[in-house]
């Protein structure tokens, strides 16, 4: 994405953004810690969300997660928010599509800031704003053959 008329400090801000992304593929808890490393952070508050074998009382073999087209560019609009609003010095952010299976990484998100209560708040902000914004749908299959969509609108 090209900033050419914005302002001084959005553009600082889109550079605090170091990683955003889908994958189709395993995620790498390493790869987002390592691409908030800042020497001037104090702090790392790093979130990782995986498939449970549960939900709501009932058993979760495996689920899909699929997403709207725009969803990068969610998770980019929602990572520029938090950047504006906490000191962030980096932040990434990347959440997986596709069949997953029970312990399987579906979200890794990271926030650098100077001190680790900044770092600890903003990363909640990133993942609550993710979740809650992000066009990413979830179709849980249980042990007895049902199946839901989680997050459907």
């Known amino acids: 994405m090209a900033l050419t008329n914005d302002h001084p400090g959005e553009r600082a801000a889109q550079s605090n953004i170091k990683l955003i992304g889908i994958r189709e593929t395993p995620l790498s808890v390493d790869k987002v810690f390592k691409a908030v490393g800042d020497d001037a952070a104090g702090g790392v508050a790093l979130f990782v969300g995986t498939v449970r074998n549960h939900d709501g009382g009932a058993d979760v073999d495996e689920l899909a997660y699929s997403c709207h087209p725009s969803a990068e560019a969610e998770m980019r609009r ?7 609003k906490y000191p962030v010095r980096s932040l990434a952010a990347v959440h997986r599509v596709g069949d997953l299976e029970v312990g399987d990484l579906a979200v890794a998100v990271a926030v650098a800031c ?6 600890f708040d903003a990363c909640r902000s990133l993942i ?4 809650h914004e992000v066009p990413i749908w979830k179709n849980q ?3 007895d053959g ?8």
């Open 128 to 131: 609550d704003g993710l979740k």
């Open 78 to 84: 929602i990572a520029g928010r938090v950047v504006g």
């Open 146 to 153: 049902t199946e839901e969509w989680v997050g459907a609108r």
């Open 141 to 143: 299959r249980s042990s």
């Open 114 to 119: 100077p001190h680790r209560g900044e770092a």
